[in-house]
Structure formats: C-alpha cells, structure tokens
C-alpha cells in the first residue's frame, strides 16, 4: 500500500511484485488513451501492467467514509462533535418511474433490476412505490395503481426503460426519467476545538499530527472554537466551512488569494501542505487494508510530500 505511485514506489514493487498495489492518490486523474513508458502517470501505469500488478484506487470514497481521511484528520486535532462539510456528490444517475397495476408491478421492478436498476449501496433490488388512483376519460374512470420508482446509473438508462416498457401489461406504459442529484458523502469535517485553543496552539497542534512546512493565515492570539479540516487541497470549501462556524481551516494547497478571501470572513487558515494532511487518514487505510490481506508491506515511507523543511545551515 501507499500514499502516492510515485517512481520510487513503481521500483519496489518492480523488484518485488506483489498481487495488488492500493494507493490513496489516483494515479490516472484523467482518462488515457495509450500507455507510453517514461517518467509520468501513464508511464508508470506501463510499468504496473508490464510487472502484472493491479491498482486499486481509495480516494473521495475513503475521504467521506465515516472513520476516513477527513474523520482522521479531526481526530488528530483532538475535535469533538465533528459533522460533515463539503458534499462530494455520488455517481451521475437518474430516477426512473413508472405507474403500474399492484399485480404487475413486482414483475416491472424485476425487469428494471435485471437491466441495471435498484442499487443504492449497500443494497440492490431497491424501489419505492406509493398507490394512487390514475384517472382518464371524460367520465373521470378512475384505476388503482402504484408508483414505482427505482435509481438507476445514467449509462444504464435506455437499457432499464427498454425492460421496463417490455415489462409492463400496458401496450404504451407511462414512464418518467429524472435526473438525480444526491448519494453525497462530506469531504470535510467540522467539530469543537479544545477549550482555550487559539490560532497558535491549533498550529502547534497541527504541526504534531501532520508535519509538513506549516503555512498560517490568521491573528495567533484569536480564539479558536471550531475548526474545519478537509483533507488535500480544500480551500474550495472556505465558504462552507465559514458557514457551518468554523474558526478556522485546515487543509493544503491553499492559493494567496483564496487565504486573503478567508481571512475577509474571519476565517484562519493553516496549511500544513496536500500530503501531510492526508497522512493521518493514511494509518486508517493501512489499518483497514491489513484486515483484509495480512501480507501488506507499507509502502508510504516511498512517497513523501514532494515539499521538505529546509535544511539548517
């Protein structure tokens, strides 16, 4: 396991190849369409394949995650009473629903199931349906029916309204597609900082659990009652973390003009670097891949922030 695929990590595993490398970082952030050797993602992805070794990527998933990267870092900082900032939106996908006679609708949710329809981790097979009464006609004919609704991936779309068409008792079903927002995870945390803290004693305390050459934006004498971490470069969520009360942020990759906005709404920023702020949810990763596979070699010590301290003299 490591915190990034870097060459260095790409030699080891070449020199020993395990099964299964697991890195935090991704290391294709974008799509590819040829692999070609030398000193780059790509290029070490070559390397993996040619070496027979799979990847397997934890990253936003294991940032929201209860227990994750963002819960980590809180935890480090001794906050309490953390809750989730920053939504990271699930997959792309679309709400699908039909009306249907009560006989017949087992046998539609079925057929939608079978075309990808119903996931909604950890379970599948999943629907909702509520009765109603479908009227038509100048008499106002009324007929019982249910509303079955069911979630399904937007590449899978075409496929669920083909079986559910084909399904349906009705030679021309009526059926909605909407598109859907929701499954978020929280990138972020936000909790109660210990009693008396300050700008200054958060920095010292940040320096203890992360390391990294520390950044502070912010007064060292303010009070500190809430702070906000988000793991890697977070300074997107500034605004939210203003919002839900924070005192202060702790994240990386902080621009000069992004630490002069927050410090316009009273926000203290300390950026102790992307890595070292993910260093802690690191452990928790290390810990949660050795359930699963005992012979786990970490590899993290391989990988570190491409940003050192200055050496004395």
């Known amino acids: 396991m490591c915190h990034e695929v870097t060459e260095a ?13 697991v890195t935090y970082h991704p290391l294709l952030f974008r ?18 394949v040619r070496a027979g070794v799979a990847l397997a990527v934890a990253h936003t998933n294991f940032d929201v995650a209860p227990g994750g990267t963002a819960d980590a870092l809180g935890a480090a900082l001794d906050l309490q009473a ?7 939106w699930g997959a792309d996908a679309v709400r699908v629903v039909t009306f249907v006679a009560e006989e017949a609708a087992g046998a539609v949710a079925d057929a939608m199931r079978g075309a990808g329809a119903g996931q909604v981790a950890p379970h599948s097979a999943c629907s909702f349906r509520s009765a109603g009464l479908a009227t038509f006609g100048a008499n106002g004919d009324r007929v019982p029916e249910l509303r079955v609704e069911m979630v399904a991936p937007t590449g899978r779309v075409d496929a669920v309204v083909a079986a559910l068409v084909a399904a349906h008792p009705s030679a021309r079903p009526a059926y909605d597609v909407y598109e ?22 958060l920095a010292a305390a940040v320096r203890a659990a992360c390391g990294g050459v520390l950044r502070v934006a912010g007064d060292g004498d303010a009070a500190v009652r809430r702070v906000a971490v988000v793991p890697g470069a977070g300074s997107d969520y500034a605004a939210a973390a203003h919002a839900a009360g924070a005192d202060a ?8 003009h992004r630490a002069r906005a927050a410090l316009d709404r009273g926000l203290a920023v300390l950026d102790p670097g992307h890595v070292p702020t993910e260093r802690p949810g690191l452990r928790k990763l290390y ?11 970490d590899l993290g010590g391989l990988d570190a922030s491409p940003w050192q301290e200055p050496s004395e003299g």
């Open 9 to 21: 990590v790409v030699a080891a595993i070449e020199a020993d190849p395990p099964e299964l490398l």
């Open 249 to 256: 942020l702790v994240t990386g990759d902080v621009s000069h």
């Open 287 to 297: 810990a949660a891949v050795r359930q699963v596979a005992e012979d786990t070699i």
């Open 31 to 48: 799509a590819v369409t040829r692999l070609v050797a030398g000193r780059s993602p790509a290029g070490r992805a070559w390397r993996l």
């Open 180 to 201: 859907r927002r929701g499954a978020a995870g929280f990138v972020g945390r936000v909790g109660t900082a210990p009693p008396g803290a300050t700008v200054e004693s």
């Open 82 to 88: 953390t809750e989730g900032i920053g939504p990271a």
